[in-house]
């Protein structure tokens, strides 16, 4: 199936996420009185929860960690040699890797999309993710350093990686008191801020996509990017 335009993903993209957090028999009942009003947009969403009930039915989402993580340890990703996975979520997997071609030294954080997950939903967020963090340059935000595609297809991003705690850990541990943790939380809300100013919203800030470095410095991670 071809690409939805940028432009009619960001019209019909709000709408398959209330539609894919409603009950079927709730959806089915939004779907007559939004059809009756959007017709267009009605047969394009159609479409796509068509897509994503298909890949729910098949399980695609069940798949363990280990049939994500394995065989990579080693690879080359353009100058990047993967070294071990840092984690994972819906979309995909996140690894820890190293430039090896001798020109620098410097660790990444490489996003791949999965493969057994790529249906046309997600590979359309998954390129937006990249198109969204292109548009953010921010102290407190991780960057976009890279985009690709792996000779086995696999759409990825090249991501600076944040090594730290996330930052209830890194505030526990440390004992910190009220002034540093508003401090830190000061930091957050100023990523959060430049986000808006572009547009962009974060819709899963939490704990885990909020790092501390060694150093002190606030990093908000991607995932749950949209644009407005």
């Not at 019909?12 to 017709?39: C, H, I, K, Q």
């Not at 410097?106 to 997950?117: D, M, S």
């Not at 899963?204 to 002190?216: A, E, H, Q, T």
């Amino acid at each position: 199936m071809s690409t939805l335009h940028p432009e009619r993903w960001q019209q019909v993209s709000p709408y398959l996420d209330y539609a894919l957090s409603l009950s079927n028999t709730e959806r089915a009942v939004w779907m007559d009185s939004f059809r009756e009003g959007n017709p267009e947009l009605a047969g394009i969403l159609e479409n796509l929860l068509s897509e994503h009930d298909g890949a729910e039915k098949e399980k695609f989402l069940q798949r363990s960690m280990l049939q994500i993580t394995e065989s990579r340890d080693g690879q080359t990703i353009g100058p990047y040699t993967l070294i071990s996975p840092l984690g994972h979520g819906g979309m995909g997997v996140v690894w820890l890797a190293e430039r090896s071609d001798g020109r620098f030294q410097r660790r990444v954080a490489i996003k791949f999309l999965q493969f057994a997950l790529a249906t046309r939903i997600v590979e359309e967020r998954f390129r937006q993710e990249g198109l969204i963090l292109g548009q953010l340059t921010h102290p407190h935000i991780a960057e976009l350093i890279d985009a690709g595609v792996t000779s086995r297809g696999e759409p990825y991003l090249v991501l600076e990686y944040v090594g730290g705690e996330t930052i209830d850990e890194y505030c526990d541990r440390r004992k910190l008191d009220v002034e540093a943790r508003i401090k830190l939380f000061l930091d957050v809300l100023g990523s959060v801020a430049h986000a808006h100013a572009n547009l962009v919203v974060h819709r899963d800030i939490k704990p885990s996509n909020v790092l501390v470095r060694n150093d002190g410095q606030v990093k908000l991670l991607d995932s749950e990017l949209r644009s407005c």
